[in-house]
């Protein structure tokens, strides 16, 4: 099975200090990868946390890959592994980083052997085209819009400070469409506890496109005048998206590129941070 991998990020318009707090990684070797990290906006420092904590996941599911994919090492453990090592570190840093600056999202998508493995600890979106021409699109928020960040796992503080003020409980849409048409086939909302795992096996040889996003991506909205603006409908974001004419090279940096300018000229942008990053996977031709 041949395959690709891509990524596009940018800065969301309600960003105005130009920083994003979105951080991506996407690589082949020495196990194809993606990690997504989206850092709370009200945290000091959490772009430096964001990429903290996805650099310590990139380091362990390389080094641990054999553990992870015989389930050795599962979704808590792998979660607890990786935070506690981002906070130690930045302990040891000794430059004064605020203990929240670790209050980010994580995503993982992984591939391991013929299939992708998918992690979610907070909010995002998972995003699949199954071979029947079928998308695919679950959508994980938390009650009060507050995901429960790993830190606060390993951080008192602050998830005392999280559970006097939040439930944590997560919402999660699952929504199947036509891809040629985007007619809705099915959907789901249901509730889990903020400790239930999101973790996903998608076959390649089933779902030839799996796609992990952050929240940013159902931002997006159309401005009407100086203060006026409407949300625009996921579905409506995904139709200019992910309308893949093809899948050489940087297809999900041309694809979103490509929308996003046509977006902007409608006065439609995406007000948070926006991450996406995608394997595609094609039948090797026999000879």
Excluded: W
């Amino acid at each position: 099975m041949l395959h690709s991998l891509d990524y596009f990020i940018k800065t969301g318009k309600r960003h105005t200090n130009n920083i994003c707090e979105d951080y991506i990684i996407c690589e082949e070797k020495p196990t194809p990868h993606i990690i997504l990290s989206d850092g709370c906006s009200t945290a000091k420092n959490t772009d430096t946390g964001a990429r903290l904590i996805a650099h310590i996941a990139k380091k362990y599911i390389n080094e641990f890959q054999k553990y992870i994919e015989s389930g050795e090492i599962g979704y808590e453990l792998l979660g607890k592994m990786i935070i506690t090592k981002a906070k130690k570190i930045a302990q040891e840093l000794g430059c004064g980083l605020d203990p929240s600056c670790l209050n980010a999202t994580l995503s993982i998508a992984i591939l391991l052997n013929n299939e992708v493995r998918v992690y979610v600890y907070g909010d995002g979106l998972i995003i699949t085209i199954n071979d029947d021409n079928e998308l695919e699109v679950t959508q994980i928020e938390y009650s009060g819009n507050a995901p429960y960040y790993l830190n606060y796992l390993v951080d008192p503080v602050e998830n005392y400070k999280y559970s006097k003020k939040f439930k944590g409980e997560k919402i999660i849409t699952y929504s199947k469409f036509n891809i040629k048409n985007f007619e809705l086939i099915r959907k789901k909302i249901f509730t889990k506890s903020k400790f239930a795992p999101i973790c996903c096996t998608f076959s390649t040889e089933i779902f030839p496109t799996v796609i992990i996003a952050s929240d940013g991506l159902d931002s997006f909205v159309k401005k009407a005048s100086t203060i006026e603006v409407s949300k625009i409908e996921l579905v409506d974001e995904l139709k200019s998206l992910i309308s893949f004419v093809n899948y050489t090279g940087e297809f999900i940096n041309r694809e979103v590129k490509r929308a996003i300018r046509i977006f902007e000229r409608k006065s439609i942008f995406h007000l948070d941070d926006l991450a996406i990053g995608g394997f595609h996977f094609e039948k090797e031709e026999a000879n």
